[in-house]
């Protein structure tokens, strides 16, 4: 039941992941409810008015919290890596990290990424709504720049070039030397 219910919500965005969830539960709490009030008597149907009440709070919970839930839901980020005219693809599981970035508590990820000089990314359309937040790491200091592949980053810090748009894809590339690496925090929208 399990394997079922990862496959069927990872073909789902967020939002008709919740929509899902809130239906199945809407429905099961109905059936219950009828089941019980037909064949219990009249005290107890207060009982179970109050339990069914207690189990949609702690599924409300559930809902909000949905990373927690489907651990498998975390976002995959597609990279193109270029270097020295060569090109590799990999396909990058982000993880979930202890830190803030300015999003919801569980809508924050990390990506350490080795660089390569230029570094290539590529966005899958479901992730374009997300913010991008990368750090250039070296013996300078380096230093922290945004960026969004909507065109809607910070371009007075990072001038972005967009290689390619269409439906499934957003490319662009960040500018490093061998010797940096690029730290890639991901954040969810809200």
């Not at 350490?112 to 230029?118: G, R, S, Y």
């Amino acid at each position: 039941m399990k394997k079922i219910l990862r496959v069927i919500f990872k073909k789902l965005s967020r939002k008709r992941r919740f929509w899902v969830i809130l239906f199945i539960a809407g429905l099961l709490a109905f059936v219950a409810l009828i089941v019980l009030l037909i064949f219990q008597g009249e005290n107890m149907k207060y009982v179970t008015l109050f339990v069914l009440f207690i189990l949609f709070g702690v599924f409300a919970y559930k809902v909000v919290h949905l990373p927690k839930v489907f651990p498998d839901s975390y976002p995959t980020l597609e990279l193109l890596i270029v270097d020295n005219g060569q090109q590799q693809t990999a396909r990058v599981n982000i993880q979930k990290e202890s830190f803030r970035c300015g999003c919801y508590p569980d809508n924050d990820y990390i990506l350490n990424i080795p660089c390569a000089a230029p570094q290539q990314f590529r966005i899958k359309r479901d992730l374009r709504q997300m913010t991008f937040v990368y750090t250039l790491s070296d013996q300078s200091g380096g230093g922290t720049y945004y960026l969004n592949p909507d065109n809607e980053g910070r371009p007075e810090v990072f001038s972005e070039k967009i290689l390619r748009e269409d439906d499934e894809y957003n490319e662009f590339i960040i500018g490093a030397t061998p010797d940096q690496y690029v730290k890639l925090r991901v954040c969810l929208p809200e």
